[in-house]
C-alpha cells in the first residue's frame, strides 16, 4: 500500500512540473516574436524615415548634448 502512495506522489509532481516548462516555452515563443516584430519595425523605420544617414545624424546631435 505505501508503494502505491509513493507512486501517485511522483506522478503529481511530474504533472506539476510539466505545465511549468511548457508555460517557459511559450513565454520564450512569445518574446522571439516579440523581438523579431521589434527588429522588423526598427528596419522598416530605418528604410522610409530618415535612413542611415539621417540616424547617425540624429544620435551625433544626441550624444553631443
Known sequence: MAEADEFE???EEA???LPVDEE???KRA???E???SAI???FAFISFGP???GLLWLIGKILRR
Open 34 to 36: 516579440f523581438v523579431k
Open 9 to 11: 506522489t511522483v506522478s
Open 24 to 26: 517557459r516555452e511559450a
Open 40 to 42: 522588423k519595425k526598427f
Open 15 to 17: 504533472d506539476q512540473t
Open 51 to 53: 535612413g542611415v544617414l
Open 30 to 32: 512569445k518574446f522571439r
